[in-house]
C-alpha cells in the first residue's frame, strides 16, 4: 500500500515516508501532515519500506516501534545498510526508558508517544529534513576533501561493520632476514574496501564500539592462512591479535586451519593495548605454544612501560615501533636506545624486527644495530599475497 497525500504538492518538496501496521494511525499521521507542506507516502510494512528507500527519494521516515515481520529498529538498521544519514522517528504506544535508549543509541533522529501531538510531529519532520539537507551538504564536502566518515550512530555502525567484513582482505608484507635480504616471512595486515571504515584502526574501533571484536578477529585469521596453505613450508606467517583475542576459544582449538600450521605462525600481541583484563594470560600462552605458535610482542617501546608484557609472554620475537626507526641514522640517542634494546632481546634469545624503515639509510644503520629481521616500504608495499621484495 503507497498513498500519497490528495494534497497538491509543489515541486521539489520534501517527501515523508509513514510506516504503521495500524490505518487508523496512518491515517491520524498523515492529518498532522495535510498542509500540502511535504509529500506524504503511507506504508503499513516495514519491509515494503525498506524497499521503497532504496529506490530514493524519501527526505524523512516516520515508523512505529512495534510491527510484525519487522519492527521499527530493525527498519532503522536496514535504512543505514543503504542510506547512512536519511532520518528516522520511532514512534512507539508503549513508553519505556529502556526503548526509548535503545531507539536514540541506534541512531533514531526523535522518539515519539503515542497519542502524538500534531504540532510535534510537524517540528519533528521539519527539523529533520533540514538537518538531513545539511547532514547531504556535509557529506558532499567530505568527498570533495576525500574524507570519509564513521557512522555516529550505531545502526550506520553497524551497517558499515558488516560491509567492512564482507569486503574485508589481507594484505602481505615481507619481512626479510637482515644477513643476506632473503625473505624470512609475512606479516598479515588487514585491509577494507567499506568507504565507511577504509583503515584497520576504524574497523577495529568499530569492532571494539560494537563488541564485535572475536568475530573480527576469527575472520582476518581464516583470510590470512588461506594463501599460505599453497605457499613453500619454509614461509612463516605474522598474525596481528587484539588482547581480547586472547580470551577467544577458537584461537586454542585444535583441528582449524591455523592451528594445522601453527610452527609456521607467530602472532604479534601490540604492547599498546593492555593485557590486564585477559584472565590467565599464561595459561592461554602456555596453550599456544603447545600447539606450536610462536608469540611476539609488537610495537616495543611505544605501548605500555615496564616488564608486565615480557613476563606475561614470554615472547620468541620482538618488533621495534617504528617511531624508533624513522630517522633514525640521523639521530646517535635513539640508535644508542636500539642499541640497547637489541642487545638485551638477543641476550634472551629473542629475534628482533625493525618495522617501518623507508630509506637505504635506516636499513644500514639497523643492520649496524645488530636488528635480525627488517620490514618495511622500503623493501616492499604491503599488497595481495605474495609482494615481490627489494633489498
Known sequence: ??????????????????????????????????????????????????????????????????????????????????????????????????????????????????????????????????????????????????????????????????????SLWVAMQPILRSKDGSVFGYEALLRSREPSLPGPSEVLDAAERLSQLERLGRVVRARAVKPLLDASEDMTLFVNLHPEDLADPELCARGTELADIAHRVVLEITERASLDNIENVRGRVKALRELGFRIAIDDLGAGYAGLTSFALLEPDIVKLDMALVRGIDQKPVQQKLVASMTTLCKDMGLLVVAEGIETPAEKDTLIGLGCDLLQGFLFARPGPPFPVAEW
Open 1 to 166: 500500500m503507497n498513498q500519497p497525500t490528495d494534497s497538491v504538492v509543489p515541486k521539489g518538496v520534501a517527501t515523508v515516508l509513514l510506516v504503521d501496521d495500524e490505518p487508523v494511525f496512518l491515517r491520524a499521521l498523515q492529518r498532522c501532515l495535510r498542509d500540502g507542506a511535504y509529500k506524504v507516502e503511507t506504508l503499513e510494512s516495514a519491509h515494503a519500506a525498506v524497499e521503497r528507500v532504496r529506490k530514493g527519494g524519501i527526505d524523512v521516515v516516520v515508523s512505529d516501534i512495534s510491527m510484525p515481520g519487522m519492527n521499527g529498529l530493525e527498519l532503522l538498521r536496514q535504512i543505514r545498510d543503504h542510506e547512512a544519514d536519511l532520518p528516522v522517528v520511532l514512534v512507539t504506544g508503549l513508553p519505556a526508558l529502556e526503548s526509548a535508549t535503545e531507539a536514540i543509541d541506534y541512531g533514531a533522529f526523535k522518539y515519539l508517544v503515542k497519542p502524538v501531538d500534531p504540532a510535534a510531529v510537524r517540528a519533528t519532520v521539519e527539523q529533520a529534513i533540514q538537518l538531513y539537507r545539511l547532514a547531504r551538504m556535509k557529506r558532499k564536502a567530505l568527498e570533495l576533501l576525500g574524507v570519509t566518515g564513521m557512522a555516529s550512530d550505531r545502526a550506520g555502525l553497524e551497517a558499515g561493520f558488516e560491509r567492512a567484513l564482507s
